[in-house]
């Protein structure tokens, strides 16, 4: 992927993220900056397992985009913006878009387990966030092409967010954790196979140049 590509798609998550957001905080509490409850954000496009078992499998997309808290959320933003243009640039906006859809909701859904009911509602863009991180933080073992700012990238997402969960619940919560492991397995199997699917094309063009 050339560095020039634009990162089409993760300026559109971002601002798609702000706009939904914003408003349903409106809707719920009156102002943009507004703290809406959780039990609330279930009739906004939150996500539970109840929701899943009734097909409505739009719920993967919205509860990315809903926040209970809007300073967090711009953090969120901000998380994914910096991670995003780096990570899209390198691989695209095909496989991004598939990060920020299996990592988040997957980590979105899995959070839901750890929470009673009605207060078991997935919602927020954190878990996107630590997909992205996870595949970013095998290129920074690979010692990837700008390092430097991947590991800025990294810290910029990752340390705020673990201070504030083992702050609250003692330790990293399980949705982020799953959101980065699923990051991370991802990054590892894209580059297995675009190693093997190198190989295969040297192997073919040696076997043309031997005509």
Known sequence: MSPNHKPIFTLLICIITMGVSFYVAHQITGTFFGKSKIIHLAD?????????????????????????????????????????????????????FAIWLLAGASGTLFSTQFGTPPWNTGTGASQAAFGFAGFLAV?????????????????????????LDIKSV????????????????????????????????????TYKNGQ
Do not use: C
Request: without cysteine.
């Open 170 to 205: 003692g330790y990293p919560k399980p949705g982020h954790t799953l959101s980065f492991a699923i990051g991370f397995m991802f990054a590892l199997y894209f580059y297995k196979s675009h190693s093997l699917n190198r190989s295969y094309q040297r192997i073919e063009q």
């Open 139 to 163: 290129l920074a073992l690979k010692k990837s092409d700008h390092f430097y700012l991947i590991i800025f990238a990294l810290a910029f997402a990752l340390i705020p967010s673990l201070y």
């Open 44 to 96: 906004y496009g939150g996500l539970t397992i109840e929701s899943i078992k009734n097909v409505e499998v739009w719920r993967l997309f919205t509860s990315q985009l809903i926040h209970v808290h809007q300073k967090h959320m711009i953090y969120n933003v901000l998380s994914i913006l910096l991670l995003g243009i780096i990570l899209e640039r390198k691989i695209g906006a095909k496989y991004i």
